[in-house]
């Protein structure tokens, strides 16, 4: 596996430590998941905005049973 360094200020750290001990998780995992949910949530938000911009070029919806019979289900 690889190894990133971070540098953190003590209080920093401190403050980082202390939300990591309250999940219960190391400081690692826990700086890891934050990371990853960062991503997550700037890709979940990318996604939403091509959706978007399709709709405003097409804004037909469809109801659960138009799609359906649509699909031929």
Do not use: C, P, W
């Not at 190894?3 to 980082?16: A, P």
């Not at 091509?50 to 405003?56: L, Q």
Request: aromatic residues 10%; glycine residues 2%.
């Amino acid at each position: 596996m690889e190894e990133i360094k971070i540098n953190f200020s003590k209080e920093e750290k401190k403050f980082v430590e202390k939300y990591a001990e309250q999940q219960k998780e190391t400081l690692a995992e826990y700086i890891k998941k934050a990371v990853f949910e960062q991503i997550e949530d700037e890709e979940d938000k990318k996604a939403y905005q091509r959706a978007k911009k399709e709709y405003e070029k097409d804004k037909t919806t469809y109801s659960h049973n138009e799609m359906k019979i649509l699909l031929g289900l």
